[in-house]
Structures are given as C-alpha cells and as structure tokens.
C-alpha cells in the first residue's frame, strides 16, 4: 500500500483552532471541532492541534490558548536555527531549550499520553513527545514522517536526499542501524531482526491515534472499560472512518454489558468494512449482539 506522508511546513493552512474556539471551550465544541479537523484529508491533517483537542476533553477549564502559545513558540525557536541541520535543530528545541525527556522511571503513567500534561511535565511517551517534534516542525522547510516501528515511536526527518531517524524519546537523536537493531531485540526478542515495514511512513491521522491507542490498552489492562471505551470514542472522533475502531468500540461495549451502544457500532463498522472477511466477522458478531438484546 503506497505510504502517505506527514509533511510540515510553515504557513500550512489550520483547522479552526483554540483561538477561535475561545480558551475554555465546551466539550461539545471541542468535540465538533475535533470533528471538522476529521474531515480534512490525511495531507492537512492537524496532529498537534488534534492531540491538544483530545487532551482538553479531560482538562475542563485548562487555559488552552497557553498550550498553544507554546506549540507556536517551539516552531518559531526551531526557525530562529535556520542555519542548522534539520534534525539538530529539532533536537535543540525540544529537548535542550524546552527540555522535554522521555519518562523512562514512570512510563506507564498515564499522564504520559495526555499532551497537556506532556507540556506541563516537560515528560511523556515517545508518541507524545513525538507530537511536539511535529509542531516544532512548522518552522521548518523539511519532511517529518511518523514511522511504523513496533513498540517505539520514531520519526524520519528528509531534506533533499538526505534522511535520517530520530527518537523523539532520546533528545531526538539520531538512530543508527545499530541502535535500531538493539531496539527492536529489546522489543521483539533476541532473534528479532530489522524489517522494511517497520520503517513505512504513517499519516499524521494515525500518529494521534496511536497516542490514544497507547491510553487505551493500559486502562484497558488494568480493567477500566469504561475509560478504555471513551478512549476508543475519541478515536473515532478522530478516525471516522476507520471500521475497525468501530469494531474496538463494539467489543468493548458488549463485555460492559453495554448491548444496544455495541450493536450500534457494529453497525458503523460493517458500514465502514475494510475488507469482505471484517465484514462478515462484524455481521456474525452484530446477530449475538441482537441475539442478547432479545
């Protein structure tokens, strides 16, 4: 499948943001808008803004036009470096003059996925430092690609014909085949080894969602269904489209005991199918479900 690209530069054209949605707004205008940033195609879509979005949901009353004051402050410090390389530059900004850090003593927490306290910690997961690299992009002229590496996010930086890795975890250093190599047996095992889908490009769409995602399977670990069913609510407020965050809404719905919300997105599932086989399995689950509701 051809990969799609997240690109970055300055003066791209916004969704409607905080500003114009006033500094505290309502979850209801926070959601609609979160709704219209969804309908943009994957090439205009705000990750940042996004993200910032999500995250108010569980801030009422945050003071949102700070948060992004911030975001434009790191891109206007990675211009002032105009000079450097890109990937330094980026490194320079975010985790030396701003000091963002992987947090690698309380990774598991939860405050790590949620950017508004990400910003405030100046600590976070590598998603969501990974987020901040894209909004201190904008004062680039350069590519930045999330990558699909499993179980640690990275990023790709491209100008020219130049392109290297970074990991937003580690000052956003450079990673080098040997350091990937290492990463991926610390993951995957010792047997593991390197493979070209690892390095495939993801929309700026599903960095996002990845971010819940990483949210997700933790409250859903420690048994917050209830919590892990607003997390994949929000994905698909995020990821309309995608059938099988659907079908993740339905299944956690129906082990709540929540039948008539599973068969309803069931429903949006079959109708958003990405393939025959998710079809049929989505129909067979829908009849249980309708099954229990009789």
């Not at 350091?179 to 495939?200: C, N």
């Not at 709540?256 to 997105?265: E, T």
């Given at each position: ?34 709704g219209q940033i969804a309908r943009q195609d ?253």
């Amino acid at each position: 499948m051809l990969s799609l690209v997240l690109f970055i530069a300055l003066g791209k054209p916004r969704a409607r943001t905080f500003r114009e949605l006033g500094t505290m707004p309502t979850q209801t205008e926070i959601e609609t808008t979160l709704g219209q940033i969804a309908r943009q195609d994957d090439s205009s879509f705000d990750a940042p803004e996004a993200a910032l979005l999500v995250s108010a949901l569980d801030h009422p009353g945050a003071d949102l036009e700070r948060y992004r004051r911030h975001l434009l402050d790191l891109a206007e410090a990675v211009a002032a470096r105009a000079g450097q390389e890109p990937a330094a530059a980026l490194a320079d900004t975010v985790a030396h003059l701003y000091g963002y850090q992987g947090d690698r003593h309380t990774y598991d927490d939860m405050k790590n996925a949620d950017l508004l306290a990400v910003i405030d910690r100046r600590r976070g997961l590598p998603v969501a430092l990974g987020l901040l690299y894209i909004a201190a992009a904008k004062g680039l002229e350069a590519r930045l690609a999330g990558l699909s590496f499993p179980g640690h996010f990275l990023m790709r930086v491209e100008v020219g014909n130049e392109r290297v890795i970074i990991d937003p975890f580690s000052d956003g250093k450079t990673a080098t085949t040997a350091v990937l190599r290492r990463l991926i047996k610390r993951i995957q095992g010792p047997d593991a080894e390197l493979d070209p889908s690892y390095f495939e490009e993801v929309t700026p769409r599903a960095v996002v969602i990845r971010l819940l995602m990483n949210s997700r399977i933790r409250a859903a670990r420690s048994g917050n269904l209830e919590r892990a069913i607003e997390l994949v609510r929000r994905m698909t407020l995020v990821a309309p489209n995608d059938g099988r965050l659907w079908a993740d809404l339905a299944e956690l719905h129906s082990a709540r005991g929540n039948l008539s919300a599973a068969a309803n997105a069931f429903e949006h599932s079959i109708a958003r199918a990405p393939d025959d086989g998710f079809r049929a399995a989505a129909e067979r689950a829908l009849e249980d479900v309708r099954l229990k509701l009789n």
